[in-house]
């Protein structure tokens, strides 16, 4: 399993909106900059994160994107599954998945569900807050911005 572009830039996105948030919209050329990244691409990232509810859209000059709820409240893994799909690593394991006629003799399907288990559990387990605070500590707590 790899992750795509899409799914590790809209991390990259949620932090961003997370350490600048003053409270003020923050525009899509700025995460850009910051994040090194094509607006283009950008805006279409944040429009999937838009349409779900993660972030919230002002129009206008001093428009731009703010996170919806609070970065304790985003898990890499609900990111992840946003732009990513399932998480699985075997099409048998993924949800609404139709029985495996194999299952009772598969030797493997342990294998692949510890996995599957393991990806949930990291990052299900690491928060954008979390990812905040390790940066806060890796800066010295004076420069903030991505």
Known sequence: MKIST??????????DLAVNDTGECIKVKDIAA??????????QIIAVLNKAGY???VRGAQGGYRLT????????????????GSMAPVSCLEEGAPACDRADCCETLEVWQ???DAINRVID???????????????GNFDYSI
Not at 6 to 14: S, W
């Open 6 to 15: 899409k799914g590790r830039y809209a991390v990259r996105v949620m932090l």
């Open 34 to 43: 910051r994040q090194n990244l094509s607006e283009k691409y950008l805006e």
């Open 55 to 57: 972030v919230s859209s």
């Open 125 to 139: 387990g690491v928060t954008i807050a979390d990812l905040v605070d390790k940066r806060k500590k890796r800066m």
């Open 69 to 84: 709820k609070s970065p304790e409240e985003y898990t890499v893994g609900m990111i992840l599954r946003l732009t990513e």
């Open 114 to 116: 510890n996995l599957y």
